[in-house]
């Protein structure tokens, strides 16, 4: 069978499960939202507390990326993000669960070779292209304004 690129087009377009662009929009805003808005009220309570910013940003993150990685274990990050979509992915707490995911995954296969050797499969990536992207962006920034 000769598939041609048209044939391909529509054989991914009938394949592909139909989705609402405004409302998946609506809901990423809002979880993603929501999820900002939480890290902002722990950051509140611990500047209230007289927690010096760079404290409570530090505590804040942590307690993020904790409740994240306590989600995902429990599988409830992967419902909520099967609803939200890309507003589960601000970038700590996607990242959390990326890496917590991973771990998960591979424990069956021992804390070396499994958890230890694929726990960046899916972060590992994200790093990567994260830091060639800064850097990029630097370069540019850098000789924009010169």
């Known amino acids: ?22 409302i998946d929009a609506t809901l990423a805003f809002l979880v993603g939202g929501a999820i900002c808005a939480l890290g902002q009220i ?5 500047l ?3 927690f010096e910013k760079d404290t409570a940003s ?3 993150s942590v307690i993020l990326v904790g409740l994240s990685t306590i989600l995902t274990g429990f599988g409830k990050y992967e419902k909520l993000a099967k609803h ?22 591979a424990k069956s296969e ?12 899916i972060a590992g990536p ?3 292209y994260g ?16």
């Open 58 to 60: 530090a505590w804040t």
């Open 42 to 46: 722990i950051m509140e309570i611990f």
């Open 84 to 105: 939200a979509g890309a507003g589960t992915l601000v970038p700590i707490t996607g990242f959390s669960n990326a890496i917590a995911s991973s771990a998960i995954e």
């Open 126 to 128: 994200v790093i990567l």
């Open 1 to 22: 069978m000769n598939i041609t690129p048209e044939l391909y087009s529509d054989m991914c377009k009938n394949a592909s499960p139909k989705s609402n662009i405004k």
């Open 131 to 146: 830091c060639s992207a800064s850097v990029i962006y630097g370069l540019v920034y850098y000789f924009m304004t010169l």
């Open 48 to 50: 209230y507390f007289d």
């Open 110 to 121: 021992g804390f070396v070779l499994g958890v230890g050797a694929k726990i960046f499969t």
